[in-house]
């Protein structure tokens, strides 16, 4: 008796980790991650969790995490850890019935992933896989010019700001891949080419992982 009802909490934990599909989308400002994940959430039907974007919600709500953030982002710095791991919490608590998630532009530092691998443990989850795009430096301040034509953000006008956003990318936020290829769950994909090109390549290797 005692065993049997082993074996079914067992089963019980592992579909709920079944059920469960998170997923990162990793890469530098500009490779593609907001176009992209704007289409993986509508595919395959995961709540689509940017810390960017949050984190703009709250400038323009003029809250006081909002004005204090914007004085990192306009210098093209990160906001500290805790914000925005505060903020992945309560949202992850806000959709307790989530298929999924599809985190962009978070985690961005070794300590931010190691958060949110606690976080999603606590919840019997994890994530399945990480997909980078790779984009070349020229063409992504080439991209992040021409979006800061109409974006409206003032972080993709400047090239200076733009410039300091990949350095600390490529020192704050590329250690994050190592930390994810250790768990053999960061895959490269090529960002260049058409948005339908890249949006097929990430389908596939999500598809594969989803059989
Ligand atoms: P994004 O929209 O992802 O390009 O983010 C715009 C800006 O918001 C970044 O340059 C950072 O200042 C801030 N930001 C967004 N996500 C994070 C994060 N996970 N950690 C720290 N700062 C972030």
Known sequence: MYDINLTS????????????FNL???GPPGSGKGTQSDKLVEQYGLIHLSTG???????????PLGLEAKKFMDKGQLVPDE???????????????????????????VAQAKALDKLLELKKT??????????NDEELIK??????????????????VIRKRLTVYNNETTPVADHYKKSKKFLAVNG??????IFSRLSEAIDKKLK
Do not use: W
């Not at 903020?87 to 989530?98: G, N, P, T, V, W």
């Open 126 to 135: 994890s994530i399945a896989s990480v997909l980078a795009l790779e984009v």
């Open 192 to 197: 260049e080419g058409s948005i339908e090109e």
């Open 83 to 109: 914000v925005v791991i505060g903020m992945i919490d309560s949202s992850l608590e806000q959709h307790k019935k989530a298929r999924g998630f599809l985190f962009d532009g978070f985690p961005r530092t």
């Open 9 to 20: 909490v067992y089963y019980i934990y592992r579909l709920d980790e079944k059920l469960m």
């Open 53 to 63: 974007n949050l984190l703009r919600e709250e400038i323009s709500n003029k809250t």
């Open 143 to 160: 991209r992040l010019l021409n979006r800061g034509k109409t974006s409206g953000r003032s972080d993709d006008t400047n090239e200076n």
């Open 24 to 26: 990162i989308l990793f």
